[in-house]
């Protein structure tokens, strides 16, 4: 019973998010200094990705930009009618290279010489809920010179060593910490500071941690010490999954183990060291 209670509200979910789509006249982007949202598609996602970018557009907070890169240029000079009825409303669709799970992010830190406001990052498969950027960006004001996430992963040490990654446990609410890694998937707010950072670190990920945006984030924002406070704002029933679009990285990057292999090459002595240096979080695990 709960299983098919779970499929009816996801199914009730982006019906209201498709009439939505259709009928909605708003603009999907809010204040200039709010922060901007950033995120990307691929396959057959495309095909469903608008709802996930209306249940952005419906939120109690609008991002200042909205932005969704696609490396399928036919996909951008042909949208779906979802599509082209949000690029109306202020969405702005763009091509670029493919970077896989980076591609929600390296686009636009490449594309600003200098970083003003927070970025954002969202998945494709998601419908968020509404008061999803509100409390993230509120949160994130208590301390805006660290990220803030949803949710992250508390890394942990066998001994010396690092304990597997998929032992590492949820962290549902914490003060900012390198132990802290960000799971980008309920959303990650990244400061100015950060954005500088990854721009200036070209596209080294490609080459160290290609299929594991998160890693490499973690890395980043270790080093330049901003690593995430998470706000326990939101639990998995919050967030509904839309329709299947395919195969996740997470089979592959958690239970496959390719993280620890992704991490190994990625993260430097100096990020470990920091690492294990700084405390374990308060038991907010959940």
């Not at 982006?14 to 006249?25: D, E, K, S």
């Not at 995120?39 to 909205?66: D, F, K, Q």
């Not at 032992?167 to 549902?172: G, H, I, L, T």
């Amino acid at each position: 019973m709960k299983c098919y209670m779970g499929k009816v509200r996801k199914l009730q979910r982006a019906a209201w998010l498709a009439a939505r789509n259709v009928t909605a006249t708003a603009p999907v982007v809010g204040m200039a200094e709010g922060p901007a949202v950033s995120l990307t598609s691929h396959g057959r996602r495309i095909a469903t990705v608008h709802l996930a970018i209306e249940s952005i557009a419906a939120g109690t907070v609008l991002p200042s930009r909205l932005i969704l890169w696609l490396d399928d240029a036919d996909a951008v000079a042909n949208p779906t009618p979802g599509l082209r009825r949000l690029v109306r409303r202020g969405l702005e669709l763009r091509a670029t290279r493919g970077y896989r799970p980076h591609t929600k992010y390296y686009p636009y830190v490449q594309s600003r010489r200098t970083h003003d406001v927070p970025l954002v990052t969202a998945d494709d498969d998601l419908m968020y809920p509404r008061e999803w950027l509100e409390r993230l960006m509120a949160v994130h004001a208590d301390d805006p010179t660290t990220n803030t996430a949803h949710r992250s992963r508390e890394v942990t040490f066998a001994g010396s060593v690092l304990a597997p990654y998929a032992s590492w446990p949820a962290v549902r609410r914490g003060p900012a910490s390198p132990r802290n890694l960000a799971t980008g998937t309920w959303g990650h707010a990244m400061t100015p500071a950060m954005l500088d950072a990854l721009r200036d670190r070209h596209d080294d990920f490609m080459r160290l941690s290609p299929a594991a945006d998160d890693v490499w984030l973690h890395r980043v924002a270790v080093e330049t010490r901003t690593a995430a406070k998470v706000t326990g704002a939101f639990t998995h029933r919050d967030f509904l999954h839309l329709p299947d679009g395919g195969q996740t990285l997470a089979s592959a990057n958690v239970d496959g183990e390719g993280n620890d292999r992704q991490i190994a090459a990625a993260w430097p002595d100096a990020v470990l060291d920091a690492v294990r240096a700084s405390p374990t979080p308060p038991n907010t695990t959940a």
